[in-house]
């Protein structure tokens, strides 16, 4: 079964831009992840797939400031212009077969 | 349009049974995986198991496995996460997550807005 692994913490300032990581085990490289966002005392939201080419696919009403992209095992969630409702948790999810995992999360602060 | 809308929050004692939903719309319910999902206080997300309603096929996590209690309501097109016996430590926010599924990959696409479960003596 994959392990993805994500950083604690992130943060930057206001208009600047951020990237976070997901980091597939080893064997799984190639696998496909979710990136999800989930802001304080909310429900968590589905961002984008994204695919170990770097293609991606985003969710309805994602905004253009949320991008992904892939290098080998790492998955990268890029905000550009950074707001203050971007300060959340965010998760990435990969899959293999029926059974599902959840990355520990990071934590985004805008400065 | 794809909405999940879980029941409201709970608190219970521990030993009691309990039995909390999610009922979709917007979409062809038997087609579609719905996950469940626990938070606990100030962690992250935690994969409890999935349901394929129109089979049923349902698959739990290892850590879940014979603790909870996944089922389907085609009827009423409402998947449902239950206990026998709650424990303090089954305090939690637990939300259901409709699976999309594109090229071979599916993942959770649609959450609904979560359910609070308090267990305490």
């Excluded at chain 1, 802001?39 to 253009?64: F, H, T, W």
């Excluded at chain 2, 719905?34 to 850590?63: A, C």
Aim: hydrophobic content about 30%; some cysteine; aromatic content about 12%.
């Amino acid at each position: 079964q994959p392990v993805v692994t994500q950083s604690s913490s992130a943060s930057a300032s206001l208009g600047s831009s951020v990237k976070l990581t997901c980091t597939l085990s080893s064997g799984h490289s190639t696998y496909i992840i979710a990136w999800h966002q989930q802001q304080p005392g909310k429900a968590p939201r589905y961002l984008m797939k994204l695919e170990g080419s770097g293609i991606y696919r985003k969710g309805s009403g994602v905004p253009d400031r949320f991008s992904g992209s892939s290098s080998g095992a790492d998955r990268y969630l890029t905000i550009s212009n950074l707001q203050s409702e971007d300060e959340a948790d965010y998760y990435c999810e990969t899959w293999d077969g029926n059974t599902r995992v959840f990355g520990t999360g990071t934590k985004v602060t805008v400065l | 349009e794809v909405q999940l809308v879980q029941s409201g929050a709970e608190v219970k004692k521990p030993g009691e049974s309990l039995k909390i939903s999610c009922t979709a719309s917007g979409y062809n319910f038997p087609t579609y995986w719905v996950v469940w999902v626990r938070q606990m206080p100030g962690e992250g997300l935690e994969w409890m198991g999935n349901i394929y309603p129109g089979d049923p096929d349902i698959t739990y996590s290892p850590s879940f496995q014979g603790q909870v209690t996944i089922s389907a309501d085609m009827s009423i097109t409402t998947v449902f996460l239950q206990w026998s016996s709650l424990k303090a430590s089954d305090s939690a926010m637990y939300y259901c997550a409709r699976l999309e599924c594109h090229d071979g990959a599916c993942y959770s696409a649609y959450w609904g807005q979560g359910t609070l479960v308090g267990v305490s003596s």
